[in-house]
């Protein structure tokens, strides 16, 4: 379980700092937009296509993690919801972050009781 636990947050350090650009960072949220839109282009929203991205490599590693593709499924939907929420204000980083770790000791119980 412990050894779970620690690869669980490995995976979301990882995912959630170092492979989260200064981009994706930025365009995952709805509100920012591009500094500059080439003369003739105009504005098209991309942040799900980012967000998506970002919660996909989420999902990944709780399903490298896991062994399970659901679980990994559920980790990517629950990322989504988490950040799109913290994106929009309605909570924190810190709140954004502890709710992150819940999901991860959920995928911890699942394991353990084995669905």
Known sequence: MWIL?????VGHAV?????????????????NRPDH???????????PYWLSAHALEHGACVALATGSVVLG???TLSHWVIDFGKCENWY????D????LVCKLT???IVLIGY
């Open 37 to 47: 839109i080439p003369p003739g282009q105009k504005l098209t929203p991309c942040w």
């Open 92 to 95: 924190g980083p810190h709140v």
């Open 5 to 9: 636990i620690f690869w669980l947050i």
């Open 107 to 109: 995928w911890v119980l």
């Open 73 to 75: 499924l559920c980790e």
């Open 97 to 100: 972050q502890g709710l992150h």
């Open 15 to 31: 995912a959630d700092f170092s492979l989260q650009g200064e981009a994706m960072a930025k365009f995952k949220n709805r509100h």
